[in-house]
């Protein structure tokens, strides 16, 4: 049997769903599985053993550049050209979902009720219900499962085994490593201001704690911020520009991640690798919490279904849950 999954981003859930992979191989192991992808997120995809065949569009770039329109469905239609026996929206927005008519014939997405764009449901033959609020990992296993007639379950996902990999990454990220104390990846940014974590707390969790923090970023804003923070500590160093396959690595050889509710944090998760999650106008149901895998939510209450930007209680944790919780992972 030949599937195609459409999940085009982001990042933290291209995480989310690519979990259900080895349980779907587990039970089938003759089946295809190709996974069509952003192309700047690719990388995340890729040397998962999963996973047959990845390929790319570059719908984003459609909003500033409408004449390359053609192109992308150009290159849809080769895809089509794979006779997949099922192609699984497992995004649930208008431009997956009409993304997957393309690429098949038989589509199968979540119900009317169980996403925000429901006009996306028109276009599948299968339809999964779940509750939009439910736990996302959850509800990427269902999506990705239930159409197969395989069934996952949460005793499942906590057992998994890690599922991201990478290989020939550059080299340099050792040499920011340390073998006197353990290593803890700060991840700070976040689509939106709201859900980051004040860097001056950052700085109070990395004296207190007196271990190699490496701060990572993705964008000039976030670089600033790290090397302010870095001024601030000498316990504190930033990382070089990563690729995805990089970063991965970097995260697969660290002690400890503490960072926002973004892709890079999530990656822990991917990885088996301790972690905090630091929660503000986000939900907490984004994640799974394990003896490893922690979260520290503000005092804000959270509406799943219309999440408020200017919610920024997450500057209002206490740096001490986290150094607390911190110290008891690092003990284990």
């Given at each position: ?62 909003k500033t550049n409408k004449a390359g329109i053609l192109a992308e469905i150009k290159k849809l239609r080769s895809y089509a050209g794979n006779n997949y026996d099922l192609v699984i929206d497992a995004q649930g927005l208008i431009k997956s979902a009409v993304t997957s008519k393309i690429v098949g014939k038989r589509i199968a997405g979540f119900d009317a009720d169980s996403i925000r764009e429901k006009a996306a449901s028109w276009f599948y033959d299968i339809k999964v ?204």
């Amino acid at each position: 049997m030949k599937i195609a999954v459409v999940k085009l981003s982001a990042l933290g859930d291209i995480v989310h769903a690519m979990v259900a992979l080895q349980f779907l191989k587990a039970y089938s192991p003759e089946i295809r599985i190709d996974w069509i992808v952003e192309e700047r997120f690719a990388g995340l995809l890729k040397n998962n053993p999963d996973i047959d065949n990845i390929l790319t569009v570059n719908l984003k770039a459609l909003k500033t550049n409408k004449a390359g329109i053609l192109a992308e469905i150009k290159k849809l239609r080769s895809y089509a050209g794979n006779n997949y026996d099922l192609v699984i929206d497992a995004q649930g927005l208008i431009k997956s979902a009409v993304t997957s008519k393309i690429v098949g014939k038989r589509i199968a997405g979540f119900d009317a009720d169980s996403i925000r764009e429901k006009a996306a449901s028109w276009f599948y033959d299968i339809k999964v219900a779940c509750a939009y609020d439910a736990n996302t990992i959850d509800r990427n296993a269902l999506i990705l499962s239930r159409p197969l007639g395989v069934t996952i379950t949460p005793e499942q996902i906590l057992n998994k085994k890690p599922f991201l990999f990478f290989n020939n990454e550059d080299p340099q990220i050792n040499d920011f490593l340390s073998k006197d104390r353990s290593n803890i990846v700060l991840v700070i940014g976040s689509t939106w201001d709201s859900r980051n974590y004040p860097a001056a707390k950052y700085v109070k969790i990395a004296e207190a704690l007196q271990q190699n923090c490496l701060v990572t970023w993705g964008n000039e804003q976030e670089k600033a911020t790290a090397e302010w923070m870095a001024a601030q500590s000498d316990l504190i160093k930033v990382t070089p520009k990563m690729d995805l396959n990089s970063l991965k690595a970097l995260i697969a050889k660290a002690d400890l991640l503490i960072g926002n509710d973004t892709g890079p944090t999530h990656m822990a998760w991917g990885l088996n690798r301790p972690s905090i999650t630091i929660f503000g106008p986000t939900p907490v149901s984004r994640v799974y919490q394990t003896d490893i895998n922690k979260v520290v939510k503000s005092a804000s209450i959270v509406n799943p279904y219309k999440l408020n930007k200017l919610d920024y209680s997450i500057k209002d944790i206490d740096e001490r849950e986290i150094i607390e919780q911190a110290k008891l992972l690092l003990s284990l």
